[in-house]
């Protein structure tokens, strides 16, 4: 249905581009985009697709507030410690955009959130177990994944297109059999910003892909915080992939 006055000025500045217009974020309205782990990415990721205006955000995350969330997990507050991240989250996305639906996964990751129809997920989770289950859905049901993670001063975005792509996914990346990392943002640390940078990509990459503009299927980017430096990697397809392999 066309935009009405409100959603005009709301979303005036996608409206004056060419390349977006009504069109566009009509697109943006009716998606609904799954995001898992509602943590330093999930908090940045869900409040620029609140923001851009994506129709229906699911999210997922069986966690509670605690205090030494708050060095970058900026959709909560010192009020929020003990709460359940989700419940917070739903409060701040509907006072940024009452327009957009959140929808509430007060649990981890499990057959039944991902039973529900996506168009695109979003993995902000820090546990490869959960990687590879949303790899492994997305494949099966071909359905677009942007994967982040962060550590210390670096990091990380792998996207995937695999409504056009059949072959390449993260488990060519990172086999499914691998061990789970030692070091990780509770032993080791993370800065927060860094988070932000990742978590804004995943966002803009989330929005690209629903907009028709994404082609670096598989691509890997790695941001170096400390001497701000990017970096792209290309990715091959594992033929002898147990998800994605055509041998």
């Known amino acids: 249905m066309p935009l009405n006055d409100s959603q005009f000025m709301r979303y005036s500045r996608h409206l004056l581009m060419d390349d977006i217009a009504e069109s566009g974020q009509q697109k ?11 943590g330093g990415l999930g908090c940045p ?7 851009a205006g994506v129709g229906q955000l699911s999210l997922c995350d069986g966690d509670t507030v605690d205090r030494s969330n708050l060095q970058r997990q900026i ?3 010192e009020d929020d410690c003990d709460k359940a991240k989700v419940v917070c989250a739903q409060a701040r996305l509907n006072a940024l955009n009452a327009d957009t639906k959140i929808h509430l996964y007060n649990e981890q990751l499990s057959s039944q959130v991902l039973a529900n129809s996506y168009d695109l997920v979003v993995d902000c989770t820090d546990n490869l177990t959960a990687r590879q289950q949303l790899n492994h859905h997305c494949v099966s049901h071909k359905i677009p994944l942007v994967s982040g993670s962060a550590l210390g001063w670096e990091g990380q975005l792998m996207a995937f297109d695999f409504a ?24 080791s640390g993370v800065v927060g910003p860094v988070l932000g ?15 028709g503009y994404f082609n670096q299927h598989g691509q890997i980017q790695r941001y170096d915080g400390k001497n701000g430096q ?3 990697l290309l990715a091959e397809a594992n033929q002898h992939c147990v998800i994605c392999g055509t041998q």
Do not use: F
């Open 75 to 77: 959709l909560y507050t």
């Open 28 to 38: 943006l309205l009716d998606a609904h985009v799954l995001i898992v782990g509602m």
């Open 164 to 187: 056009a792509n059949e072959h390449l996914c993260l488990n060519c990346i990172i086999d499914k059999d691998s061990a789970e990392p030692i070091m990780n943002c509770g032993n």
């Open 45 to 51: 990721v869900s409040l620029y697709l609140a923001a």
């Open 230 to 232: 990017w970096l792209g």
């Open 197 to 211: 940078a990742v978590g804004s990509l995943q966002a803009t990459t989330v929005i690209r892909i629903l907009l």
